[in-house]
């Protein structure tokens, strides 16, 4: 097992400063770094945020996403070229395009992307210009060129390489609108889920992010893909969601193939979980899902 690394990634700019900004200083206070014996790597702190949304691109913040996506970026290729597993604690879903840039530099990989969400809105219609909401659409190379193709360098990752686990907005919302996806980017929404069971899902999800052409997978973590009862502390709640066995059986077996390369955790707010109870279980559950192979 390569040895973790913890990179912090206090970034809201592609949602608001609603508390998501200290998702890092929490998990760490919670004993996450400790117990998985990570190295400390680094604390990236973004550049001020912007309530402001852009006319051009429709987004909050965009230039402010792309360079802190290259800044994020270099910290996971070190973290890499150091030959440990990286461990991004966000901050909101746009830092998912830090290591999607660092990845798509070394190569061709897939992402094994676990959201309540699927985070595939479009930049001129998505309600508040948030690209929390957008970035699976942004790292497949949908949406405005400045940050879905820094560096020329999109798509991050190809549709087909993706497996999306856990969605439900579209189960929830009879009034919701879903953007149109690319036809080879495979979900596997909770419905899905619930019929095949966890163990299925996982097993096919990852035949998927561990093909013989990929050179590994990334593993991106929105928090509120799990369970409304058992985490709260999320700023855009659900119902349902995956219980904690389902999420770390389907971590454990993930990291069990040997071609995770890293992984990020996003969105949980810690000013929604006053007890730090969430907090708590959270990191109990990262921590025995990861070193469990």
Known sequence: MKPFSIIEAPSPLGLWP?????????LLEMGLGTGLGARQA???????????RSPDTHLLNPQAIADYSLLLAGAVETGIGRGEFPIVLGGDCSILLGPALALKRRGRHGLLFIDGHMDFWDAKTEPRGEAASMDLALVTGHGPAIVSNIG?????????????VGARDHLHDPEFVETPMPRELRRFDLEELRK??????????????????????WIHF???ALDDLIMPAVD?????GLSWDEFESLLSTAMATGRAIGLDVTIYNPNLDPAR?????LVHRLIRALTSS
């Open 277 to 281: 109870t969430a907090a708590r279980d």
């Open 236 to 240: 855009y709640r659900m119902a349902d």
């Open 152 to 164: 020329g360098l999109s798509p991050y990752f190809q549709a087909s390489d993706v497996a999306a």
């Open 196 to 217: 095949a069971g966890i163990t299925d899902v996982a097993r096919e999800s990852l035949s998927i992010v561990c093909r013989k052409d990929l050179e590994g997978f």
């Open 222 to 224: 929105d928090v509120d």
């Open 42 to 52: 680094e604390r990236l702190a973004p550049p001020l945020y912007d309530p402001r």
């Open 18 to 26: 609603s508390g998501v900004q200290d998702l890092a200083r929490v």
